[in-house]
Each structure stands twice: as C-alpha cells, then as structure tokens.
C-alpha cells in the first residue's frame, strides 16, 4: 500500500499518461518552483522555473514531440518523493547523449505538488530525497 504523497504522485502521471493535462494540473500547487537540468551538452546546469504554467507548457511541448515518459518507479519519504521515468527517444532532442532515464524528486505539501527537482541521477535524488 502506498502513502498519500506517492498516490498523488501516481495519480498526476496517470492523469499526464492519459493525455489529461488538466487533471495533471489540478495536483499541482500553482506557485511551483520546477527546476529542471539544461539539455545542452556536457554537464547540465540547473533552470529554475516557477508556476503551474512552465510545467504545463513544457509537458505539453514533450507531447507535441512525440515523446511519451513511462514510469518505471515510485519512491516515498515523507514530503518527498522520488520519481523514476524512462522517455525513449529523448536523445534525439537533447545536446547530450545519455541514459534515456530521469530521476526527479518531487515535494508536496497540504496534497499538492510543490516542488519539482530533476537529478542528474539515482543517487543525487536518493540524497536530496534524504534516503540513505
């Protein structure tokens, strides 16, 4: 059985998995700060967004490429939560080459999504994440 924070979690990708970006929404608090890894070459430099409206405009930018995440694993400690997502295909639009894998950690506070940061990869997540 799960915790509330990794159905929240579960629910928001099964709401993006559908297409439903508006469900997605609905789990995320409108003052998200998002940071996410700068696609260009060599060792990629933390962005920083903030809003509900980055996070959809970059979704909804992933699907009009065609590409499709799958999750592959879901983590829960306490307000943070560790996703694991493979999005085949990825490369192609990216500078860099690399693991086709994305390790975010997710914060959530009163059931929503807060905070969204992309690691650059297991460990770096596990660690921010405070798993040991």
């Known amino acids: 059985m799960c915790n509330l924070n990794e159905w929240i979690v579960r629910e928001a990708f099964l709401a993006y998995d559908r297409g439903d970006v508006a469900a997605m929404m609905d789990f995320v608090d409108p003052g998200l700060e998002w940071t996410y890894l700068d696609p260009g070459p060599g060792n990629p430099q933390p962005q920083i967004c903030h809003g509900r409206g980055e996070l959809e405009k970059a979704v909804r930018r992933q699907a009009d490429l065609g590409l499709r995440a799958e999750l592959e694993e879901v983590i829960a400690s306490g307000d943070q939560v560790i996703v694991v997502m493979r999005t085949p295909g990825v490369d192609e639009y990216r500078q860099r080459r690399g693991d086709d894998r994305t390790y975010d950690v997710v914060t959530l506070r009163d ?19 405070g798993i040991g």
Do not use: K, M, N, T
């Not at 807060?114 to 460990?123: E, N, P």
């Open 111 to 129: 059931g929503l999504i807060v905070g969204l940061y992309a690691c650059r990869d297991r460990s770096e997540a596990r660690s921010l994440a």
